[in-house]
C-alpha cells in the first residue's frame, strides 16, 4: 500500500527567507510523487512532480523537490519565500499519474 | 492545463436528501476523478470514471451511495445519496493531462 507523511502539520516563514517542506512516503516500487499547493479558496495547484531522471525537479513559483530514494523522501523548498506563498501544501505519491495517496498536507504562514 | 470547473460550489443540505455535483472540462479527457476531502483531513480518492464505462470505486466507496455519470469526454457528476453529516466535506473532481493531474475548486457540502 502506498502512503504520504508530512511531519509538519504548520510551519511558520518569515518573507524572504527560505521554506522547507517535508514529505516521507512508503511505496513499493518507483513511484509518481507530487506537490500541490491549494491557497485560501482556490482548487489544488500541481506545482511540481516526479517519476524519473534528474531526482532535482523544478517546478513553478520558484519551488524545487528533491527525491532521495535512500531515505523514502521528496521534499519541497523554495530559496526565498513570498506572502503570497501562505497556503496549504500536499504531498501526493502514486503508482501513476492519477491513483494519488495525500499526504496530511502543511499549513505555511508567511509573516512579514 | 486543463480548466475545470464544478457546481454547485457549495450547498448546505439535509439529511437523508441527495446532492449531484457536476464537472465540466474545458477539452476532452479520457480520465475524470473523484476526491473527497473531509474537515480538517487530506484528500482521498473515491472513483475514477471513464467516458463509456462504469467508474471503478476506492475501497470504502459504493455506488449505491455515490453513482457517477460520465456521459461524454468533457462532463462528469457525481450524486451524494442519503446524505448525512458525516458527507460533509469538500468533493473536487479531477483529470490527467500530460503534465499530470488537475482539480476543480470543489464543491464544498455541508449537510445539517
Known amino acids: 500500500a502506498q502512503s504520504v507523511t508530512q511531519p509538519d502539520i504548520h510551519i511558520t516563514v518569515s518573507e524572504g527567507a527560505s521554506l522547507e517542506l517535508r514529505c516521507n512516503y512508503s511505496?513499493?516500487?518507483?513511484?509518481?510523487l507530487f506537490w500541490y499547493v491549494q491557497s485560501p479558496g482556490q482548487g489544488l495547484q500541481l506545482l511540481l512532480k516526479?517519476?524519473?531522471?534528474?531526482?532535482l525537479v523544478q517546478g513553478i513559483k520558484g519551488f524545487e523537490a528533491e527525491f532521495k530514494r535512500s531515505q523514502s523522501s521528496f521534499n519541497l523548498r523554495k530559496p526565498s519565500v513570498h506572502w503570497s506563498d501562505a497556503a496549504e501544501y500536499f504531498c501526493?505519491?502514486?503508482?501513476?499519474?492519477?491513483?494519488?495517496?495525500f499526504g496530511a498536507g502543511t499549513t505555511v504562514t508567511v509573516r512579514a | 492545463s486543463a480548466v475545470i470547473s464544478q457546481k454547485p460550489s457549495r450547498d448546505i443540505c439535509q439529511r437523508g436528501t441527495s446532492l449531484t455535483i457536476q464537472c465540466q472540462v474545458d477539452?476532452?479527457?479520457?480520465?475524470m476523478f473523484w476526491y473527497r476531502q473531509q474537515p480538517g483531513q487530506s484528500l482521498t480518492l473515491i472513483a475514477t470514471?471513464?467516458?463509456?464505462?462504469?467508474?471503478?470505486?476506492e475501497s470504502g466507496f459504493v455506488i449505491d451511495k455515490f453513482p457517477i455519470s460520465r456521459p461524454n469526454l468533457t462532463f462528469s457528476t457525481l450524486t451524494v445519496s442519503n446524505m448525512s453529516p458525516e458527507d460533509s466535506s469538500i468533493y473536487l473532481c479531477?483529470?490527467?493531462?500530460?503534465?499530470?493531474?488537475?482539480f476543480g475548486p470543489g464543491t464544498r457540502l455541508t449537510v445539517t
Open positions: 516526479y517519476f524519473s531522471g534528474d531526482t
Open positions: 477539452s476532452q479527457v479520457t480520465m
Open positions: 501526493a505519491v502514486g503508482a501513476n499519474d492519477y491513483q494519488l495517496s
Open positions: 511505496y513499493g516500487a518507483t513511484p509518481y
Open positions: 479531477s483529470v490527467e493531462d500530460r503534465l499530470g493531474q488537475y
Open positions: 470514471a471513464n467516458q463509456g464505462s462504469e467508474a471503478t470505486y
